[in-house]
C-alpha cells in the first residue's frame, strides 16, 4: 500500500484526536479524520470463510489463517470477512426453535456468544492486524451493554478499530427476535488513509436508501458482509449488487460463506469467489474518481422518502 510506513511514522507522532476507551480497547473513530486522503490504489481481499455455528475458536483459526493468506500470499491491503464469520451467525437457529424449553436454553447461549470490543477474539482481530500491516473488516455479534448487535468492525493496520457498523435491517423482521437483539440506527461512514469507506450487513443491501446514505456521506468504497441470501451470476442478488455500486458510483465488495462478488464502481464485476476462497481487487478511490456523481439528483421532490407512510 502507497506510503504506509510513512503513515504509521505519522501516526505515532502526531495524535489527531483522543482515543475512546471502551473496556480497555482503544477505539479511534475519527483517527484519520483530519488527515488528508494519502492513497489511492489498495488491494483489497475478500475471505470467504466457511464457518462452524457456535464455535468461536474453530471460527476464529479459520478466519486467522484465510487473513494470513490473503496478506502475506495474496498481498491484500484490506481483508473483508463475512457476517457473523466469528460466531457463525446463528440467530435465525434461536428464531425458528419451536419447543419452550429449548428456545430459552438458545437464548443464553446466544447471549454468551456476544463479543465486546474489548473481548479475546476482537482484540486477536486488532493484534493480527497490526503485525500483517493491513485493515481488516471482521463480522461478529457484539455484545454492548446487555444488548446485542449485528455489527462489524474496521480495524487499521496499527490494530485501531476505526469503524464499526451495527445492522440496520433484519429480514426476519424485528418481533421474532428475542428482545436483547437490536437493530443499529445509523449509517457512519470511516475515514481511512485510502478513502471514505463504508459498511453495510446484509439485508441492508436490498434496500436502495442505506448505500445512498453512506454514499451522499462520502464513501469511496462499499463493504457488504453477508451470511444470507446469494446467487449466480446472473441472478437477482448480483443484479441488485451491481445496480448499488453503479447508482452510487463506488466500488463495493461482498463477501458472503459461498461467494464473494467485486464489482467496480460502474457496476462491472470484477472479481468471483466460490465457498472458502480468496478473491481480490486493486480498486483505486481517486478523488476525481466521485466529483459530480450526484450531480443530477433533486432532492426537493425525494420528500415522500421522509415520510413513515407515503402511499395515502
Known sequence: MQHR???????????VCPANQVSGQSVKLGKYKAQPQTITKVRIASAA???EKWDKQTNWERIERMVRKAAVEGGADVVVTLEGALE??????????KDPERKAELKKEFFKLGEPLDGP???KACDLADKLDIFFVLGFLELRKRSLFNS???IDHEGEII?????THFAQGYQVNPDFYCPGEDYPVFDTPFGKAGILICYDRQLPEPARILALKGAQVLFVPSFGSYTDTDGWNTILLRTRAYENGFPLVFCHPYQSLLITRRGEIKATGNPGEIV???????????EGRFVNRRPATYLPLTEENPIK
Open 5 to 15: 510506513a510513512f503513515i504509521k511514522f505519522v501516526m505515532l507522532a502526531i495524535l
Open 49 to 51: 470463510v466457511l464457518t
Open 88 to 97: 457463525g451467525y446463528v440467530i435465525n437457529e434461536v428464531n425458528k426453535e
Open 121 to 123: 477474539y476482537i482484540s
Open 152 to 154: 462489524a468492525v474496521l
Open 163 to 167: 469503524g464499526r457498523y451495527s445492522k
Open 280 to 290: 481480490y481487487y486493486e480498486i483505486d478511490t481517486s478523488p476525481e474518481n466521485y
